[in-house]
T-cell receptor, first 111, second 114 residues
Framework: TQLLEQSPQFLSIQEGENLTVYCNSSSVFSSLQWYRQEPGEGPVLLVTVVTGGEVKKLKRLTFQFGDARKDSSLHITAAQPGDTGLYLCAGGVRGNYQLIWGAGTKLIIKP | EAQVTQNPRYLITVTGKKLTVTCSQNMNHEYMSWYRQDPGLGLRQIYYSMNVEVTDKGDVPEGYKVSRKEKRNFPLILESPSPNQTSLYFC?????????????FGPGTRLTVL
């Protein structure tokens, strides 16, 4: 059974601090997606990474796919209250139509 | 506006009373899916559909039914709801059923079964 473990499960920090959240597995994935979910809404895609070692930047958010394609990280620089939400990672396996979802990291940025 | 809509957004019902949650997308997507989200468990897939008249079980299909008679609609049916189906439900769609396609989610339906 393929699993994606996200850590930490919960993180509360002050505005302006930096943070990193992780998404780890013992399995290899062909793609890895990160979604953000705000209260009362559905998840929204932030990024998709498909190549081992790939780094993508989205303003203050930096996403990295591990060299072996078993893990990924999301780094936020100078966190803002608008970054508050539940961050979900989802792994894809080639030829399989289902995504494997992590349980999420709940992030709170305090003003 | 491109979107996935779900109705109702909130529903409180009693054990055994059949209900349907509707889902519709206006993006001409082939792939549609239903998830439930429970605290600490993340998103778990209930059923998915690769195209019209093609549906398949996800990870937690017990107690649920779906149909895909039209490309835009993918209703979720609970024939005899039970309290363990109290959850937050999301419908999602994507252009195709590949693991790297972006999934677009509806706003969610919060269901409580008493």
């Amino acid at each position: 059974t393929q699993l994606l473990e996200q850590s930490p499960q919960f993180l509360s920090i002050q505005e302006g601090e930096n943070l990193t959240v992780y998404c780890n597995s013992s399995s290899v994935f062909s793609s890895l997606q990160w979604y953000r979910q705000e209260p009362g809404e559905g998840p929204v895609l932030l990024v998709t990474v498909v190549t081992g070692g790939e780094v993508k930047k989205l303003k203050r958010l930096t996403f990295q796919f591990g060299d072996a394609r078993k893990d990924s990280s999301l780094h936020i620089t100078a966190a803002q209250p608008g970054d508050t939400g539940l961050y979900l990672c989802a792994g894809g396996v080639r030829g399989n139509y289902q995504l494997i979802w992590g349980a999420g990291t709940k992030l709170i940025i305090k003003p | 506006e491109a979107q996935v809509t779900q109705n109702p957004r909130y529903l409180i019902t009693v054990t055994g009373k059949k209900l349907t949650v509707t889902c519709s997308q206006n993006m001409n997507h082939e792939y549609m899916s239903w998830y439930r989200q429970d605290p600490g468990l993340g998103l778990r897939q209930i059923y998915y559909s690769m195209n019209v008249e093609v549906t398949d079980k996800g990870d937690v299909p017990e107690g649920y039914k779906v149909s895909r008679k039209e490309k835009r609609n993918f209703p979720l049916i609970l024939e005899s709801p039970s309290p363990n189906q109290t959850s937050l439900y999301f419908c999602a769609s994507s252009l195709q059923g590949t693991s790297y396609n972006e999934q677009f989610f509806g706003p969610g339906t919060r269901l409580t079964v008493l």
